[in-house]
């Protein structure tokens, strides 16, 4: 499961400058709340309806894990720097999810529906 997005005007390379590779890892331990909060955020992007958004990231019952965390963890434009590439990858294989019984999605109305305290 893979999943690339790069923000407009990112990707041209620079010959002429010095590449490094940034790594993260991290693990999903709530699926519901990264596709909630990955739906939140596309639907904050202009012009975008429900729909759309379920083609891009699929639905609660059967998220696309890798593009919902590419929704969220696409990077911002950094000075002096042109991002090159931007992809998400499963490091294991992404089990596919049986849809809960009796019903379909319900995206979240605002943020505040969707974000849970972080335990500290």
Do not use: N, Y
Not at 16 to 41: K, N, P, Q
Request: with cysteine.
């Amino acid at each position: 499961d893979q999943s690339s997005f790069l923000p407009g005007g990112v990707g041209a390379g620079d010959p002429g400058g010095t590449e490094f590779l940034v790594t993260i890892a991290l693990s999903v331990r709530d699926v519901d709340l990264l596709w909630r909060m990955a739906a939140t955020h596309a639907l904050s992007i202009a012009g975008l309806e429900q729909e759309d958004v379920e083609d891009v990231i699929g639905v609660l019952e059967d998220p696309s894990i890798a593009d919902c965390l590419a929704m969220l963890l696409v990077p911002k434009p950094v000075a002096g720097c042109v991002i090159t590439s931007f992809s998400v990858a499963s490091a294991t294989r992404v089990p596919r999810r049986k849809p809960a019984k009796g019903g379909s999605a319900v995206m979240p109305l605002t943020l505040a529906e969707v974000a849970r305290p972080i335990p500290r």
